[in-house]
């Protein structure tokens, strides 16, 4: 059976945003640390480390999840997307970013990441999500700046925009 | 806000990860989805020497239903209870309660099993298993045991769990016809652990009310059915039962009228809805 000693560095793989990639950690590496520190896309952000506000979230497998809350070890074989995966190449914004930058969806940033992340994932599996279940996804993350009715605004635009009902502002 | 370090085992069967369990004792604990034990390591309210993970054994990862009861396996996430097809018609009371256990963000990763060993005693999912009559599925090197969940919750996050045991399933007895159900609790955001939680069970002219968030577990008593005279005094002598305490989130008043209120409306609530 694989036990990975506490005082070792271990090889790690997964797929992150479309591209294998590998690196040594800890056991006791979050995460969030990883993608940070080892991969250095530093683009999940990190708030309050025990899962409560939900800057660090990615989507693991398909699904939001904290990455402050999964060790690196546990992520191994999995398929990773942080939000380095949402714009172009050339650094055309996608639609949600779109969305959040014209309505005004963050003032400091910090928690936007994760926020899209969430999202999402949400429309990919809820496309027709009203506003209550958006709000109850945007429910796992806190705005520190308080921005919430402009996040709220900036997600029922996007999820709109997407179903082709154009409201355009 | 970091984890102190400890090996990490990443079981490839169920006899590997008991065979680890029973090698390090006390010092070892199970991760499933992580959700409850990863901000325990973060915080080091627990400081583990050996992790073992549980998540890459297909034999735990299954819901079945066997005997009138719905046997949920150690490595069911919340979110894959939260999308069984059969999950409103056999756990309506579960099926209540998920969408305001934690978030969407943490049910991914979560499991149904990893919350009632952290026996959290304001979490919803130990409340449902205690109102329900449920049992909880142990497994060591040196046995099998089932315990009834009146009996597994010891206190706040202590469980009748010996150090060389881990929870294989939990059971959860199927809705009957002429059953109804009902669940409210009262929280300060949306998916935060709730100050009160109220379960109803009414099977016929019989009712039952589990309360979470006030003592240090869940607790659940027979009731008087809501158009019985007696409820008022009933529910009055559970809230002071409770031995509600002050804290930073709410005064001992408050719950015990929370208790009071949100028990006869779950009753209410589930004397209405039996089939």
Redesign the interface.
Known sequence: ???????GRHAVTFTLNGTDVSGAA???M?LS?FLRQVVGLTGTHVGC???VC?AC?VQ?DG????S????A??ADGCDIRTVEALAGPDGSLDPLQDSFRAHHGLQCGFCTPGILM?LDA?MRVRPDASEAEIR??L??HLCRCTGYASIVRAAVAAFEKARGGARES | ?????????????LE?AL??LAGAGADARI?AG??SL??M???RLARP?V?V?I?RLANLRRIEERGGEIVIGAGVRQ?ELEAWPRLADTLPLVAAML?LL?????R??GTVCGSIAHADPSAELPLALVALGGAVHLRSQRARRRVAAGDFFAGMMATDMADDEMIEAVSFPAARPGTGHAFREVAR???DFAIVACAAVVDGTVARLAVGGVADRPVVRAMPMPDEAGLDDALNEFAWDLDARDDVHATARYRRDLVRAIGRQVLEEAARCRD
């Open positions: 059976m694989p036990r990975l000693s506490a005082a800890e056991p006791r979050l640390d480390e025990h899962g939900g979230t693991i699904a939001p999840a904290r402050c809350l999964t060790l070890v546990q969430s949400l109850d996804c429910s796992g | 806000m970091k984890p102190a370090p400890f090996d990490y085992v990443r079981a490839g069967s590997e065979e680890a991760v992580g959700q990863l901000p390591l973060n915080m020497g992790l993970d998540m979110a969408p934690g978030h969407v963000q943490t991914s990763r955001r949306h998916g």
